[in-house]
């Protein structure tokens, strides 16, 4: 099983949100869920209302666990996690498919929503005991809301992105400048 890919989900989830406005976000219809989930097939099939409102509840409550894990709140991060495991059961089987080995498989039965939960909760609480809460992480650039799992080995990572870590680093040199400019206009 490739907690990584698995934990990707959450990650996928949280940030389908639009930073304001509408709070349904990129769950708003069943056509953005299926664009969420599209190279993911095994999460399609029959989305309702309610997959998609249920949806938008896990995506608050792993938004909940990012902010933990970033307040390195570990016990909060260990008892959201195993309330989430109690609501959605996961039911692993062993599977061998494409020429690979034996693996562990969610089983693929229940609702869309519970589908796509029990990947992303199995994904998040397999990282959080073999990697540690530190590998969940909310973006530091100002403004973002995004969040990602730092799979690195440095553990260093601290922008969701390219183009936040770019924007953070063009802030800093002006910011930098600015504070040159004052030190030479008091001389």
């Known amino acids: 099983m490739d907690l990584i890919s698995y934990a990707e989900l959450a990650v996928r989830l949280v940030n389908s949100a639009t930073p304001a406005g509408d709070d349904r976000g990129g769950l708003a219809t069943v056509e953005a869920y ?23 509840q896990l995506r608050d409550e792993l938004r ?13 991060v260990a008892a959201r996690l195993n309330a989430l495991l109690a609501r959605y059961p996961v039911h692993p089987h062993i599977v061998r498919h494409d020429g690979k080995r034996w693996h562990l498989h969610l089983v693929e039965s229940g609702s869309a929503a519970d589908r796509f939960a029990a990947g992303a909760i199995v994904g998040l609480t397999g990282l959080v005991t073999d990697c540690g809460t530190d590998r969940l992480g909310t973006c530091a650039s100002a403004g973002c809301q995004r969040v990602f799992i730092d799979a690195g080995p440095g553990r ?8 936040c870590t770019g924007r953070a680093n063009v802030r800093a040199f002006r910011s930098r400048g600015r504070g040159r400019d004052q030190r030479t206009a008091a001389s």
Request: net charge neutral.
């Open 34 to 56: 299926r664009a969420l989930v599209a190279d993911r097939p095994h999460l399609g099939g029959r989305v309702t209302a309610a997959d998609l409102e249920g949806l938008r």
């Open 64 to 76: 909940l666990i990012f902010a933990a894990a970033a307040a390195a709140q570990e016990t909060e």
């Open 156 to 163: 260093s990572r601290r922008y969701c992105s390219d183009p």
